[in-house]
């Protein structure tokens, strides 16, 4: 396997374009609107939580078994061409999964890189480890989807300047993992020291503050910080958060939301001309029907909505934004016309 050589796109011209300055311009048309899933396993829910032992087999496999379906009929119901972010190890381990995502693929959706075992701790496991847990992913997504990967998203939102150095390296034309909330570090700091309190050390990290400075929109970072501005060829694309707050507008905000803040939300990042929405698998689980292990779903509060709740909501959010005028794209066609 080390010897193989690893298919990387070529066509990747980073000089920014006309395009790239309406940015800063009014919007004249309606915005472009990408969604993306990310296809965290159940394992790492285990993981957050710090709850003890493996997931049970009928769960292990349940996001991408139960969720991704869910997923695909929404989208098609949409004509919304999404990226889904998939973690490698799941595709050698998981043969009715990945010939799920092969058929989504062919479908026109993207497959993009979420690394290939999900480490939490990415950015701290050095150069060469990092390599591996890009490549082999990278590896086993071609191979799925039949098209090199040319995203990047790293588990837990954290991203390094050494991460972006190495997806420069192998000409990845964007990576999006900046998200840039300032409620949302807050939260995860709150809940983290509650559990270090209780004695329990969750298998998630808080990362680098530096995030809460990342610019809103598509930037190219710094060759010294991910989170600013730079001369880096790859994109940053980061994750949609309201303006003035920075209040996150991800799938756990949607499916969470009253009604009135999500649709206004919503409204809010429609006045933008690039809204990068963010779900994760998880958003469309049913924890009556599918096979969550009861100790999950008791530490995991959106876990517990109902689904036909969460469906609504993320059909209502797709409706509002073709209203808006939207255009859907994946995150590969973004970047190619900026
Ligand atoms: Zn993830």
Redesign the pocket.
């Known amino acids: 396997m080390g010897t193989m050589p690893i298919p990387y796109h070529n066509a990747f011209a980073g000089a920014p374009s006309r395009q790239a300055l309406c940015y800063v311009g009014r919007v004249a048309s309606g915005p472009t609107v990408s969604v993306s899933v ?1 296809l ?1 396993a159940v394992e ?1 829910y285990f993981r957050i939580h710090a709850l003890p032992g493996e997931p049970p087999t009928d769960a292990r496999f349940a996001i991408l078994h139960r969720c991704l379906p869910r997923f695909a009929e929404l989208f098609a119901r949409h004509g919304v061409p999404a990226t889904f ?1 998939v973690v490698g190890r799941d595709l050698e381990e998981d043969s009715e999964g990945r010939r799920l995502l092969e058929s989504l693929a062919r479908d026109g959706h993207e497959l993009a890189n ?1 690394s290939h075992n ?1 480490r939490y701790e990415l950015v701290r496991l050095g150069r060469a480890r990092i390599c591996q847990e890009i490549d082999h992913a990278h590896t086993a997504i071609a191979a799925c989807s039949g098209q090199a990967p040319v995203g990047f ?1 790293a ?2 939102y954290e991203v390094s300047a050494e991460v972006i150095d190495l997806l420069c390296e192998r000409r990845y034309a964007y990576d999006s993992s900046a998200f840039p909330s300032v409620p949302y570090y807050t939260a995860k700091t709150l809940v983290m020291a509650a559990m270090r309190l209780a004695g329990r050390k969750s298998g998630s990290y808080l990362g680098n503050p530096a995030i809460l400075r990342a610019p809103r929109t598509p930037y190219h970072p710094s060759d010294s910080d991910p989170y600013r501005r730079g001369q880096q060829p790859i994109w940053e694309l980061p994750m949609a958060v309201s303006p003035w707050l920075r209040l996150p507008v991800i799938g756990t905000t949607l499916i969470s939301a009253p009604d009135w803040l999500r649709t206004r939300l919503v409204a809010a990042t429609l006045r933008e001309p690039f809204l990068n929405l963010e779900l994760h698998g998880i958003d469309l689980a049913d924890a009556d029907g599918d096979d969550f292990p009861p100790a999950l779903i008791a530490r995991q509060p959106d876990l517990r909505l109902p689904l036909a709740r969460k469906l609504a909501a993320l059909d209502a959010t797709l409706t509002q934004a073709r209203a808006a005028g939207a255009t859907f794209k994946t995150l590969r066609q973004v970047t190619a016309a900026l």
């Open positions: 990310d965290d790492c972010f979420h999900h998203r588990p837990g």
